[in-house]
């Protein structure tokens, strides 16, 4: 069995930019989730001074709002981190399932992460990358996790001037301009996070440049959030940082509003959450959900969609996109989700959602829009069919 420090490696949980995440055990029994980073990201100082950075953030921070460190080797070939680990769905995972959130649950969320939020920024850190991927809806409540752009205040960048941190879509104006950041950038993206669970997309869809150019200069679309919580995410996405809200000014807006709410149950938030992994590792090793029977769906064999600049094949074994010379590959079992954005003219932007919060967009162009829309729900068809439930 692989073992990385004193853990025994049971299976993979996600891979991400940093690297790879698994599942692994204490020689207790006890369940772990041990980040390793990549050996070409290993072998550059400047990663390792920030991968450095990212465990002492992540000691610093303690208490129910992220995972505890358990044990880490900043100096290993390569370096890792090994944290306790939280069972449960991330936020993107959640929403991809069950989709939008109500009013009253979209109130618990902004109260758990804006109390999670005070923890962080009390320990003289920002996160820098919060996102519906890198939160954690654990059954005693969200969690905030992956501290690889985090900083102590107090020290100097580890990167250089002009360098945009972070997922466009989530990054604040002063995070897409190169500038100073603060807590407050925190803040900008629990709004956009907030506008996501809610079931829009307060910078609509596109590429990097367009999600980052609409940040600063653009209104966000808040459409999709209830009109009782429009004020209070506005001013999360306010442009200036000074107007926005701090975390704790965000819990008293919550909690004054609740306050004069009638009675009655409270809203549950997290979906219905796999078990806790069993204390000791199984004889046998686990298997993928099972596919549906041919006799019930007849199983499709391939679908090849787009043209000679860009393209998407899946088949039985998983997604693969290609734009011009480049090509990824995406197995079944690591996908969360795939999502259609339908464009003008035919043309609609297929995107990869992986269960460790990655997302890959891929622009296709069937150049009728009847044949686009046939190609998505050939699409939708044999997703149906191979994507584990």
Same mark, same amino acid.
């Given at each position: 069995m692989h073992r990385i420090g004193g853990f025994a490696v049971e299976r993979t949980l996600g891979e991400g930019g940093m690297g790879t995440v698994f599942l692994a055990r204490t020689r207790g029994g006890r369940a772990v989730a041990v980040k390793v980073a990549k050996p070409e990201l290993a072998a550059d100082p400047l990663f390792r001074e920030r991968f450095r950075a990212e465990v002492?953030?992540?000691?610093?921070?303690?208490?129910?709002?992220?995972?505890?460190?358990?044990?880490?080797?900043?100096?290993?070939?390569?370096p890792w981190l090994a944290t306790a680990y %939280?069972?449960?769905?991330?936020?993107?995972?959640q929403l991809a399932t069950w989709g939008p959130m109500s009013e009253p649950q979209l109130r618990i969320l902004a109260a758990a992460l804006a109390e999670a939020l005070a923890s962080v920024h009390a320990c003289g850190l920002v996160h820098r990358d919060l996102k519906p991927g890198n939160i954690i809806m654990a059954g005693d409540g969200p969690r905030v996790l992956d501290f690889g752009i985090a900083r102590a205040l107090e020290t100097s960048r580890l990167t250089a001037t002009g360098t945009a941190f972070g997922t466009p879509g989530y990054l604040s104006p002063e995070q897409a301009l190169g500038q100073d950041v603060t807590g407050a950038s925190d803040v900008f993206a629990l709004g956009s996070v907030l506008?996501?669970?809610?079931?829009?997309?307060? $910078?609509?869809?596109?590429?990097?440049?367009?999600l980052m150019y609409r940040s600063v200069h653009e209104s966000p679309d808040l459409t999709a959030v209830p009109p009782g919580l429009r004020h209070l995410i506005s001013a999360c996405l306010h442009k200036d940082p000074a107007a926005r809200p701090t975390p704790n000014a965000l819990l008293d807006a919550i909690a004054g509003r609740e306050h004069h709410k009638p009675g009655g149950p409270t809203p549950t938030l997290a979906a219905p959450t796999p078990p806790t992994p069993p204390a000791y590792p199984p004889t046998q090793p686990a298997r993928p959900p099972a596919l549906p029977s041919?006799?019930?769906?007849?199983?499709?064999e391939q679908l090849v969609i787009?043209?000679?600049?860009?393209?998407?094949?899946?088949?039985?074994n998983g997604i693969?996109?290609?734009?011009?010379?480049?090509?990824?590959?995406?197995? $079944?079992?690591? %996908?969360?989700?795939?999502?259609?954005?339908?464009?003008?003219?035919?043309?609609?932007?297929?995107?990869?959602?992986?269960?460790?919060?990655?997302?890959?967009?891929?622009?296709?162009?069937?150049?009728?829009?009847?044949?686009?829309?046939?190609?998505?729900?050939?699409?939708?068809? %044999?997703?149906?069919?191979?994507?584990?439930?």
């Open positions: 002492a953030a992540a000691r610093t921070v303690g208490g129910f709002h992220t995972a505890p460190v358990v044990e880490a080797d900043v100096d290993g070939n390569p %939280i069972p449960g769905p991330t936020l993107a995972e506008v996501a669970a809610a079931g829009g997309s307060a $910078w609509g869809e596109g590429n990097s440049m367009a041919a006799s019930a769906t007849p199983q499709p787009g043209d000679l600049s860009a393209s998407l094949t899946a088949d039985s693969t996109l290609r734009v011009d010379a480049d090509e990824a590959d995406f197995e $079944w079992p690591e %996908i969360s989700a795939i999502t259609c954005s339908p464009d003008h003219r035919g043309r609609f932007t297929a995107t990869v959602h992986l269960h460790d919060g990655t997302s890959y967009p891929c622009e296709l162009n069937a150049r009728r829009t009847n044949l686009r829309n046939e190609w998505i729900n050939q699409l939708h068809h %044999i997703v149906s069919c191979y994507l584990p439930r």
